[in-house]
């Protein structure tokens, strides 16, 4: 194992075991096997060590659900019920670092640590947002925001709950009950208005727009540079105040014909 990630795998357990503010630099080179001074070849700062860390967790969990395995012949919500159950498992199995980070950093003062906050929020928005709509198709996209916010407090309120509590339920189990809450909301959204949606800028829905889209064909298309480049050109287009209609219609055919993106590409074309 290089010193980096010996680095970054002793910090995790100093960073769980005692909090990010009471370890210093020296215990996290100490414990991997090397000067004080040898750390800062590798990261400038504690900070940025922690800030690799969180990248490094977010990265692995995102891949993790978006290139599971099927069985042959599971439906979308066979599919749903697995990326469920990774990302609460993977959370769970690093529950004391996850633990730690909403301890010691519920509101930063480090911008360059707000800022990467914010980002990884978008990302996991946009995950969730990605996986719901490949599960319940584009009807729900009115209450998309509203159920992604189900979703996430039904996940986030029984994970601290079950770690807190030293509770133990199967993930199966958990998943089941989260997949029929969220059924039984879909099944009587016509009864619904929706909350969030009102509050969203048309701007601001549509450039998320494209970042879905983007995210979803980086995860799932394995050659994904020329429907990236379609997808900059597009978004060049709408940006113009003298668009190219025929231009713009042809290059959302283009990315529908792929079928793994259809309904993010759906989505989109609400939008512009």
Do not use: W
Not at 149 to 165: A, K, R, S
Request: proline residues 3%; hydrophobic residues 40%; negative net charge.
């Amino acid at each position: 194992m290089d010193k980096r990630t010996e680095l970054l795998k002793q910090a995790v357990h100093l960073f769980s075991l005692k909090g990010f503010h009471q370890t210093s630099v020296q215990e996290v080179a100490q414990a991997a096997g090397i000067s004080k001074g040898a750390f800062y070849k590798h990261f400038d700062s504690k900070e940025n060590l922690f800030i690799e860390i969180l990248k490094q967790y977010h990265e692995e969990i995102t891949q993790a659900i978006s290139h599971s395995q099927h069985a042959p012949g599971s439906d979308n919500k066979d599919v749903f019920k697995e990326k469920l159950s990774i990302e609460i498992e993977r959370t769970l199995s690093n529950q004391d670092f996850f633990m730690m980070v909403l301890k010691d950093f519920p509101l930063s003062d480090s911008e360059k640590l707000k800022s990467l906050f914010l980002e990884l929020r978008q990302s996991t928005l946009t995950l969730h947002k990605t996986i719901l709509l490949d599960t319940y198709g584009t009807s729900i996209e009115p209450f998309l925001p509203d159920l992604v916010l189900v979703l996430e407090g039904l996940m986030q309120q029984y994970i601290v709950t079950l770690v807190i509590e030293q509770k133990y339920v199967t993930i199966s189990r958990l998943v089941n009950f989260i997949t029929a809450s969220i059924d039984a909301i879909v099944d009587n959204l016509h009864k619904m208005e929706p909350v969030l949606t009102e509050a969203r800028s048309p701007a601001a829905t549509l450039e998320e727009s494209f970042q879905q889209l983007a995210e979803k064909i980086k995860t799932s298309i394995p050659l994904p540079e020329k429907l990236l480049a379609s997808l900059d050109l597009l978004k060049e287009q709408v940006g113009k105040q003298q668009q190219e209609e025929f231009l713009i219609e042809a290059l959302l055919v283009y990315l529908k014909q792929h079928p793994s993106i259809k309904n993010e590409v759906s989505y989109l074309e609400n939008f512009i």
